[in-house]
């Protein structure tokens, strides 16, 4: 069974600019998340998607945005690109809102904003 | 604000050393709580997870914790460590209401076991 694959790997941009990241869930799973870790901090959660939706949302400004698709993956954006969010943004999915919040995390995409 | 607090950054051992890491949260209702492992190189995986039932719940590669509501304690515990499991270790707590769907993690402790 194929895990949450995420892309790029790595992405460098410079400030100001824009950065779009991709995930695809495990098959079956429909709920989709997203964590920053930066160094320092740990993970801090981003955003949450379920069948479509936004479903929660951390303490982050309204640059950093995204959306789920039909086929449940999801891309998130962060605009107007700042050096402090160079960092390794995480993606993670579950089986949706059974209850059970068990999510699966892929390897990451790695942000560097010079 | 619901937080996850462990209290050690860096934990050096030696093999067959005894383990237990600390993991305190601050939220008073119901929660699920997790440990999750970063192997060098590798990403996060699930080690363990409480969500009711028997506190002392059992984890992958002879790993256990124990949930101690009274203390908010969700601590992590092997008997005996190998270099493999030289790791990065996050607690993680989840609860219902408004904050569905959120893990809070802990700042995560690093695990170096000497061969």
């Known amino acids: 069974e194929a895990g949450v694959t995420q892309s790029p790997t790595h992405l460098i941009k410079t400030r100001g600019q824009q950065a779009t990241l991709r995930c695809s869930p495990i098959?079956?799973?429909?709920?989709v998340y997203w964590y920053q870790q930066a160094l320092g901090l740990g993970l801090q959660f981003l955003l949450w998607?379920?069948?479509?939706?936004?479903?929660n949302r951390g303490n982050f400004p309204p640059r950093f945005s995204g959306r789920q698709f039909p086929n449940y993956s999801s891309e998130l954006n962060v605009n107007a690109l700042e050096l402090e969010d160079s960092a390794l943004y995480l993606c993670?999915?579950?089986?949706?809102?059974?209850?059970?919040?068990?999510?699966?995390f892929g390897a990451g995409s790695r942000l560097t904003v010079l | 604000a619901q937080s996850v607090s462990q209290h050690n950054h860096h934990v050096i051992l030696s093999e067959a050393a005894s383990l237990e890491l600390g993991c305190n949260y601050s939220?008073?209702?119901?929660?699920?709580l997790f440990w999750y492992v970063q192997y060098p190189g590798q990403h996060l995986q699930l080690l363990l997870k409480?969500?009711?039932?028997?506190?002392l719940v059992k984890g992958i590669k002879g790993f256990e914790a124990e949930f101690i509501k009274s203390k908010f304690s969700f601590n992590l515990r092997k008997p005996s460590v190998q270099w493999s499991d030289t790791a990065e270790y996050f607690c993680?707590?989840?609860?219902?209401?408004?904050?569905?769907?959120?893990?809070?993690f802990g700042q995560g402790t690093i695990l170096t076991v000497h061969p």
């Open positions: 409480y969500f009711s039932g028997d506190p």
């Open positions: 939220y008073g209702g119901t929660v699920n």
């Open positions: 993680a707590v989840g609860r219902g209401g408004t904050s569905y769907g959120k893990l809070t």
């Open positions: 098959s079956g799973h429909t709920s």
């Open positions: 993670a999915s579950s089986e949706g809102q059974s209850g059970a919040n068990v999510l699966t």
């Open positions: 998607y379920d069948e479509g939706e936004e479903r």
